[in-house]
């Protein structure tokens, strides 16, 4: 069996800490042979740099995936280009740096590839995530079975049928980008692992991740304001995944949760 660990959206210094603190206890107790975490929060709330990344790889994190943040600090452009295992939505325009797909080796030996796709309701209109998941998964060499999807995604909607999509194909799909963990982690019919969203790893003191006060002000005012993390209430949210590497099957997969 090959253990994947999938931790959501780690958001600011606070959801790095958390990863730091809760990592290797997890990858010891629960035997994980890779560990993928979505990055695009690292900085501050917003976008990842090529030193944050360095830190989150530094703490045991193989492969980050990031989202509609993945732009937000422009250092991070040329590390796309140099640095395979951290991906951005495979989505967005081909002129883009970076990549939505890379194969890893885990630490048992076994193949994984690792697929970023973003969704289109209620975010920017970029191209088609279900067909770029087709495309993908026809070029990953039939030999590569274990196979990871984590969909950025707004809407529920579009994840479960995200899931529909890839059930069969994929070893599992977990969703990100709501920071809000669901409790809807099941095997579909096909052997797909799946979950709506995994949830983030930072501060649940404040409105997704920003401090409570100033998401408020705006709701109440509905004038901008510059965001600012809130730093309370740290908590780990993440998917362990059991695969079969013979057929790529998930034989079983629970949400994981460290708090403070
Ligand atoms: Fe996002």
Redesign the pocket.
Known sequence: MTNLLFIG?IFASPGRTMVARYLPEIVEAENIHLTIANG??AAGGFGITPQLADEIFGYGVQVITT???AWDKREVYDYFKRQQRILRPANYPAELPGSGLVTVRAKNGVDVAVINLQGRAHMIPIDCPFHKADDLLASIPATVKVRFVDF?AELTSEKVAMGWHLDGRVSAMVG??THVPTADTRILPGGTGYQTDAGMTGPYSGVIGVDKDIILQRFLTQMPVKMQAAHNSPELHGVIVEIDEANGKTTAIRRVERIG
């Open positions: 959206d695009e929060n989202g509609n943040h950025h990100t980008h």
